[in-house]
């Protein structure tokens, strides 16, 4: 299945991959510009993406099957 340009990662920029610390305990997470959370390692609490960017899935009708999660949810990136 091929992916849309705008979820395929060889259009993605150095940028896009980025490291912010855990809001708990400071422990370095690495982030895709995709992933809505991550579970930090070193205290294993749920860290949300500050800069998530869903790019087109928020639009697409595609957008579901492509990211796996329903388009247009906010609520991954407050």
């Known amino acids: 299945m091929a992916r849309c340009p705008g979820q395929d990662m060889r259009?993605?920029?150095p940028?896009?991959?980025?490291?912010?610390n855990?809001?708990?305990?400071?422990?370095?997470?690495e982030f895709w510009k995709d992933?809505?959370?991550?579970?930090?390692?070193?205290c294993k609490s749920e860290v949300k993406n500050p800069r998530i960017?869903?790019?087109c899935a928020k639009w697409c009708k595609h957008g579901n099957?492509?990211?796996?999660?329903?388009?247009?949810?906010?609520s991954s990136s407050k």
């Open 15 to 20: 940028s896009d991959i980025f490291d912010s």
């Open 35 to 42: 992933e809505p959370f991550r579970i930090c390692r070193s």
């Open 53 to 55: 960017d869903l790019g």
């Open 22 to 29: 855990c809001p708990n305990c400071n422990y370095k997470i």
């Open 65 to 74: 099957e492509c990211l796996g999660y329903i388009k247009g949810d906010d």
């Open 11 to 13: 259009n993605w920029v």
